[in-house]
C-alpha cells in the first residue's frame, strides 16, 4: 500500500491535471490563425475553440461568437467536447474516490479496503487522462495535415495553439498520478496463515508384550 506522502503528491498531480483540463476547455485557443504567403496581415488573429470562435484585434479588443449550431460542427470538435467533459467528471470523481480511500484520511477504516479504492481511483486519473489527450493530439493532428495541404487556402490555414499544449501537459499529469497510484496501491502481502500444524509421533517406543 502505498505511503501517504506519496498519494499527497497524486492527489496534487492530479487537482492540477484537472485545472489544466478546465483551461483546455474554456479558453478557445485551439487553433490560431497562421501568418504565412500572402497571409500576413497581422492586424486580427482569429483563435477558434471547442465552444466558440474569436476575433482579437490588434488594440487589444476581443470578439467571440458562439458555434451556431452543434450539428455544423465536425466530428472531432463534436469527440472533443465529449471526452473533454467526460474526462473533466472523471478526474474529479477519481480524486474523491484517492481522498476517501487515502492513508491521510480516515473515511474508509478498513485497512485491506483501501488499496482497493486508492486503485480504483488510480485506473479513473489514468483513463481521465487519456480522454484529454486523444481529442487534443486529433486536433492537432487535423491542424498539420490542413497546415501541410496545397489544397487549402493559405488564409484557412490554422497553427497549433497553447491549448493544445496544454491539453497534453493535462493528460500528462492525469496518467502519472493514476500509475505512481498504481504502483503504491498493491494490497498488502497476507502472511503465513499461522495455523499449527501437528504431526503424529511416528517414533513411538517399540511396543512391549506384557505377560
Not at 97 to 109: E, K, P, V
Request: one cysteine or more.
Amino acid at each position: 500500500m502505498g505511503s501517504a506522502g506519496v498519494q499527497i503528491v497524486c492527489v496534487a498531480l492530479g487537482i492540477l491535471g484537472l485545472i489544466a483540463t478546465v483551461v483546455t476547455i474554456a479558453i478557445p485557443q485551439w487553433k490560431t490563425s497562421a501568418f504565412i504567403g500572402q497571409n500576413i496581415i497581422t492586424a486580427q488573429v482569429s483563435e477558434e475553440g471547442l465552444w466558440m470562435q474569436c476575433v482579437v484585434q490588434s488594440t487589444g479588443q476581443q470578439q467571440c461568437k458562439s458555434y451556431d449550431s452543434l450539428l455544423i460542427l465536425s466530428s472531432d470538435l463534436q469527440a472533443a467536447r465529449a471526452m473533454t467533459i467526460i474526462s473533466t467528471m472523471l478526474a474529479v470523481l477519481s480524486l474523491l474516490i484517492l481522498c476517501a480511500g487515502a492513508d491521510f484520511t480516515t473515511c474508509i477504516d478498513n485497512e485491506d479496503v483501501k488499496p482497493k479504492v486508492t486503485l480504483v481511483s488510480a485506473i479513473g486519473l489514468i483513463l481521465a487522462g487519456l480522454l484529454v489527450i486523444i481529442p487534443v493530439s486529433w486536433a492537432a493532428n487535423n491542424v498539420v495535415r490542413d497546415f501541410n495541404n496545397p489544397l487549402v487556402a493559405e488564409a484557412q490555414k490554422r497553427e497549433l495553439g497553447p491549448c493544445i499544449f496544454i491539453g497534453w501537459a493535462a493528460g500528462v499529469l492525469l496518467i502519472l498520478a493514476g500509475g505512481l497510484l498504481c504502483c503504491f496501491s498493491r494490497p498488502r502481502s497476507s502472511g503465513s496463515s499461522g495455523t499449527a500444524k501437528y504431526y503424529s509421533n511416528s517414533a513411538s517406543a517399540p511396543s512391549k508384550n506384557y505377560v
